[in-house]
């Protein structure tokens, strides 16, 4: 099984200390974890409004991108990056967060709208829709609170411990994904759901 040659890690969240830890970020979360893991180091770059990292993974060199521009404006700087290292739409990777799954699941496939996410609206915009997604669940309190609030909010220590393990699962499934394959990387987030609460099916 082939795996999938991804050049640009892009993950979406808002810059600022007030954000570090809120939902919302979660995508920023995760490629601070493929940094540590990788041997990254971000460094801004003015000219793309984001900050950017360069690691190995197995014989595969990428580059993580954290925009600066506020979620809302992700799309500009990920066009950015891709036309100046001309990456193409299918070859970049988004991870953001996602109130339709429940903390504790993380969910990875290509294609598809923006579903109402204003990170993922922008860079279809700029990009495309054949990029990859890698979904990290944030969940809805209790069914029905969402928006700008709870996104920007902090989740409760139960829930935080969930998203995290999510991420770390996320950041174990992406070189499964660069080395076997789409499909072996989507079993094995799969496989780490059984400490999640049951939420909607992806």
């Given at each position: ?33 493929l ?82 996410h ?29 928006g ?38 989507m ?16």
């Amino acid at each position: 099984m082939s795996g999938v040659a991804l050049k640009l890690i892009v993950g979406l969240g808002n810059p600022g200390e007030e954000y570090a830890r809120t939902r919302h970020n979660a995508g920023f979360r995760l490629l601070d974890e493929l940094a540590r893991r990788h041997g990254g180091s971000f460094r801004l770059e003015a000219r793309h409004q984001g900050e950017l990292a360069r690691i190995r993974i197995g014989a595969l060199e990428l580059w993580l991108l954290k925009p600066q521009s506020f979620m809302n404006n992700s799309g500009a700087p990920t066009a950015s990056v891709a036309g100046f290292y001309r990456i193409s739409p299918e070859e970049i990777l988004v991870a953001y967060d996602e109130l339709d799954f429940p903390p504790g699941v993380a969910r990875l496939k290509q294609g598809g709208g923006h579903a109402g996410h204003n990170g993922m609206r922008s860079i279809l915009a700029h990009v495309g829709e054949a990029v990859w997604r890698l979904r990290i669940g944030v969940g809805r309190a209790d069914g029905r609170r969402e928006g700008v609030n709870y996104v920007l909010g902090r989740a409760p220590a139960a829930e935080e411990q969930l998203i995290h393990d999510s991420i770390a699962a996320a950041a174990d499934a992406i070189p499964v994904m660069l080395e076997q394959g789409a499909q072996k990387a989507m079993h094995q987030l799969h496989a780490c759901d059984a400490a999640a609460p049951s939420g909607p099916a992806p």
